[in-house]
Nanobody, 118 residues
Framework: QVQLVESGGGSVTPGGSIRLSCTASGVGFDFSSNAMSWVRQAPGKGLEWITSLTADGSYGKTLDSVKSRFTMSRDNAEKKLYLQMDNLRVEDTAMYYC???WGKGGTRGPGTQVTVSS
């Protein structure tokens, strides 16, 4: 079973940048063979899928509203995921989670909070 731990969240002003990280571990979990995703949940809203990346990092899909601003990457040797978020907006304020698999249904970590405000 996989364990995921996110880090790197914080508070920024609109237009700022944040890079989130996620570290995967777990007996029997082969990180390099699994697609992975980032999802988020804003206050009072449901879980929203942001982006997914294949196991080898060669193909990904990203939510249209963040496509030009967010970039997901992975380091299979280190079992890490990254989410580079640029030109952040107030509406990006949310708890951010990395998730196992493609989409928003997989096991998630405890999350890291990102707050964008002026």
């Amino acid at each position: 079973q996989v364990q995921l731990v996110e880090s790197g969240g914080g508070s920024v002003t609109p237009g700022g940048s944040i890079r989130l990280s996620c570290t995967a571990s777990g007996v029997g979990f082969d990180f390099s063979s699994n697609a992975m995703s980032w999802v988020r949940q804003a206050p009072g809203k449901g879980l929203e899928w942001i982006t997914s990346l294949t196991a080898d990092g060669s193909y990904g899909k990203t939510l249209d509203s963040v496509k030009s601003r967010f970039t997901m990457s992975r380091d299979n040797a280190e079992k890490k995921l990254y989410l580079q978020m640029d030109n952040l907006r107030v509406e990006d304020t949310a708890m951010y989670y990395c998730a196992e698999g493609w989409g928003k249904g997989g096991t998630r970590g405890p999350g890291t909070q990102v707050t964008v405000s002026s």
